[in-house]
């Protein structure tokens, strides 16, 4: 579309300086922009975000089905955005309420690994880093899901389809969990 500016990359996004207003931000090499008018000068780091790898007493893992863009239909894993003043713990135990109505028991949470990603959101591609726990919850039985999701699938680990899984984070962090309980 002719005159429309590429927002992919986030630091594209910003053409007029948070503080004044003034047109002309420059993107710096230091991932940052800065106002040459009033000297504005704003970084913008990646942003945290959590997933859980919810076990069940089978040992099969849970999956949830993505109800809106960015990867709708495909299989992701119950988390999200870590959210201000917000511990990694606090907001994957959060998330998992907020998107299956479910208890996570966090004394089960087994820290992962993070998993760099890109998070495709309104023309602008976030970047963020996943941090992704194996945690277990109190009881599978949930009656209600978040309009996030449309619903949810347990898989062996033999069984995962990574084909189906929307986000290459996800995708690395299935692959690590794979892995980790090849040597359990």
């Given at each position: 579309m002719p005159g429309r500016t590429d927002?992919?990359?986030?630091?594209?996004?910003?053409?007029?300086?948070?503080?004044?207003?003034?047109?002309?931000?420059?993107?710096?090499?230091?991932?940052s922009v800065k106002c040459g008018r009033?000297?504005?000068?704003?970084?913008?780091?990646?942003?945290?975000?959590?997933?859980?790898?919810?076990?069940?007493?089978?040992?099969?893992?849970?999956?949830?089905?993505?109800?809106?863009?960015?990867?709708?239909?495909?299989?992701?894993?119950?988390?999200?955005?870590?959210?201000?003043?917000?511990?990694?713990?606090?907001?994957?135990?959060?998330?998992?309420?907020?998107?299956?109505?479910?208890?996570?028991?966090?004394?089960?949470?087994?820290?992962l690994g993070s998993f760099p990603n890109?998070?495709?959101?309104?023309?602008?591609?976030?970047?963020?880093?996943?941090?992704?726990?194996?945690?277990?919850?109190?009881?599978?039985?949930?009656?209600?899901?978040?309009?996030?999701?449309?619903?949810?699938?347990?898989?062996?680990?033999?069984?995962?389809?990574?084909?189906?899984?929307?986000?290459?984070?996800?995708?690395?962090?299935?692959?690590?969990?794979?892995?980790?309980?090849?040597?359990?």
């Amino acid at each position: 579309m002719p005159g429309r500016t590429d927002f992919s990359d986030p630091w594209k996004a910003i053409r007029f300086c948070p503080g004044c207003g003034a047109k002309g931000i420059t993107v710096r090499a230091d991932r940052s922009v800065k106002c040459g008018r009033c000297g504005y000068h704003l970084h913008l780091n990646v942003a945290a975000a959590v997933a859980g790898l919810i076990e069940d007493e089978s040992g099969r893992i849970l999956l949830t089905i993505r109800a809106a863009e960015p990867m709708k239909g495909m299989l992701d894993l119950p988390g999200g955005f870590v959210d201000p003043g917000e511990a990694a713990e606090e907001a994957l135990a959060r998330e998992i309420r907020e998107e299956l109505n479910l208890e996570a028991q966090r004394s089960s949470f087994q820290y992962l690994g993070s998993f760099p990603n890109i998070y495709p959101y309104g023309n602008i591609a976030y970047r963020t880093l996943d941090l992704a726990y194996r945690c277990s919850v109190e009881t599978f039985a949930t009656e209600k899901f978040s309009q996030e999701i449309t619903g949810v699938k347990l898989f062996s680990p033999s069984e995962i389809p990574l084909d189906l899984v929307g986000f290459d984070s996800i995708r690395s962090i299935l692959t690590a969990y794979l892995r980790s309980t090849e040597v359990s």
